[in-house]
């Protein structure tokens, strides 16, 4: 079985072929990034229109890496949201014109479930699992149950987790995306430097707010006189989130006592960030449940996610008709 994998949700234009063995063919992504440098962060339009002009040969070299023909492709999965309508349209379009094209099965990829599904290609995990989805567009933490089934049980009341990376770099004067900029600066930092509030950490809650942190480092830079106090300044940024995330896996473990966790999992964008990682590994280690993460380069969007939930879709015998309609809000199933 070979899955070809759409993905153009945000500023990459993304295409994979996976196996049903969890072998990965081929991985293609082309990044924006250099599109929206200039902006300081993703341009809608501009995006719209690179996935437009994009698409084609993303999708044609991953099938030239797989050493594939078209016709030889099981079914095709594109993500229909969540994300900017201009690129998910496009990818979505793409994916059902192959379908109907080749008379093969079409998968609707929800972006969020691929993020979260992603670890069960590259390591064995059984359902139920914890996991924390912190990524450019979302930070939430559910109980995955199986494919279609997630229990939100908490979430970003303000920012996202990667947009208060990319806000502080910017801030700092430094280039999108912010979370590998600031990851590689704050490795020089001194973390205790700076005072930064620890939002919502005072609460039962498994919600998180990451407004007032990204405030108080936008106040913290006004006195900051030299490149090192910068430096110190981000890396206790890079701290502070991390307390919270350690502060809320806690909390969130508490909340599952009666789910019988088989792992906890971090996925999205801000999983490649090691730091974060690490202090993640160290909090779960207490309560004798593993931690995964998915490799570096597939943390960040890409074509290989969205292959690997069509495989588990496929499997289960679900598809959808080629008139479903792309979402730009298109929350986790409960
Ligand atoms: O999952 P992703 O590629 O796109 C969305 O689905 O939103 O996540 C992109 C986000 C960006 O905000 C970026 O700054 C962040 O992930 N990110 C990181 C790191 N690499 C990417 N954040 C922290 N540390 C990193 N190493
Ligand atoms: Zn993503």
Known sequence: MYI?????????????IVTEDRTILSNIVYSQINEHEFFGGVVPEVAARSHLEKIDVVVNNALLDARLDISDITAVAGTCGPGLIGGVIVGATFAKSISMAMNIPFIAANHLEAHALSIRLTDDVDFPYLLLLASGGHCQLCVVY??????????TIDDSIGESFDKVAKLLGWEYPGGPIIEKMSI???????????????KDSCDFSFSGLKTAVRLAATKCQTERDKIDLCASFQRAVTDVLVYKINQA????????LSAVVISGGVAANKFIRIALQNACEPYGL?????????????GVMIAWLGVEKFLAGQFNDLNFSPMPRWPLSS
């Open 4 to 16: 070809l994998g759409i993905e153009s949700s945000c500023d990459e234009t993304a295409a994979a």
């Open 146 to 155: 199986s494919i279609n089934h997630f229990e939100v049980i908490g979430k």
């Open 188 to 202: 020089h930092g001194n973390d205790r430097s700076f005072l930064l509030p620890h939002p919502l950490c005072s």
């Open 253 to 260: 473990i508490k909340v599952c006592k009666t789910v019988k």
């Open 290 to 302: 593993r931690f995964l993460a998915p490799p570096v380069h597939l943390c960040t969007d890409n």
